[in-house]
Antibody, heavy 119, light 109 residues
Framework: QVQLVESGGGVVQPGRSLRLSCAASGFVFSSFAMHWIRQAPGKGLEWVAVVRYDGSVDYADSLKGRLSISRDNSKNTVYLEVKSPRAEDTAVYYC?????????????WGQGTMVTVSS | DIVLTQSPGTLSLSPGERATLSCRTSQSVNSNFLAWYQQKPGQAPRLLIQGTSTRATGIPDRFSGSGSGTDFSLTISRLEPEDFAVYYCQQYGNSPLYSFGQGTKLDIK
């Protein structure tokens, strides 16, 4: 079954690092660029970061320096570390697959994992 | 930075009616790199349209996309009850690398 399953969310204290995971199955994970996209409660979608098939990465400018995205192709898993989270990082975090065509759209999404930053 | 502005913010229509949603961008977007998503409460977004007008796999043909440059639209020809949701446009290639509009909520009149 082609799917993405996120984990690692929950309540985290401000300043304590958090690592999210996204396990992929049903497709050739190593061929795809993988992204994290987040959605604050009641708000729209915000692109966060990408790790491409070759391991290169990019981040949203507003989040650079506080995030680290990585992948482990042997485990079909992509990770997002949020360093020193703040209240404004509270959101549902989705991992998403970039379609393997020339359109640069996200054709597969996980169900999301909720992160609440609170003391 | 590029800004995607969707209108209207909320669209109230009845099943069977035609819906037209707009996405205007502050900079020109390559038509290959404009997509539309549908999101229902408590669910992840679902890809509807990629490359401005190409339906994703399994998307019914009542959904269509069009546009170019800075002006794009999503049309639902005859609304079904399951179409009432929030819709987002998304671009690639400008700064930021990927970005979304703020969404249009389509609700039942």
């Amino acid at each position: 079954q082609v799917q993405l399953v996120e984990s690692g969310g929950g309540v985290v204290q401000p300043g304590r690092s958090l690592r999210l995971s996204c396990a992929a199955s049903g497709f050739v994970f190593s061929s795809f660029a993988m992204h994290w996209i987040r959605q604050a409660p009641g708000k729209g979608l915000e692109w966060v970061a990408v790790v491409r098939y070759d391991g290169s990465v990019d981040y949203a400018d507003s989040l650079k320096g506080r995030l680290s995205i990585s992948r482990d192709n042997s485990k079909n898993t992509v990770y997002l570390e949020v360093k020193s989270p703040r209240a404004e990082d509270t959101a549902v975090y989705y991992c998403a697959r970039l379609a393997l065509n020339h359109y640069s759209a996200f054709d597969l999404w996980g169900q999301g994992t909720m992160v609440t930053v609170s003391s | 930075d590029i800004v995607l502005t969707q209108s209207p913010g909320t669209l109230s229509l009845s099943p069977g009616e035609r819906a037209t949603l707009s996405c205007r961008t502050s900079q020109s977007v390559n038509s290959n790199f404009l997509a539309w998503y549908q999101q229902k409460p408590g669910q992840a977004p679902r890809l509807l349209i990629q490359g401005t007008s190409t339906r994703a796999t399994g998307i019914p043909d009542r959904f269509s996309g069009s546009g170019s440059g800075t002006d794009f639209s999503l049309t639902i020809s005859r609304l079904e009850p399951e179409d009432f949701a929030v819709y987002y446009c998304q671009q690639y290639g400008n700064s930021p690398l990927y970005s979304f509009g703020q969404g249009t909520k389509l609700d039942i009149k």
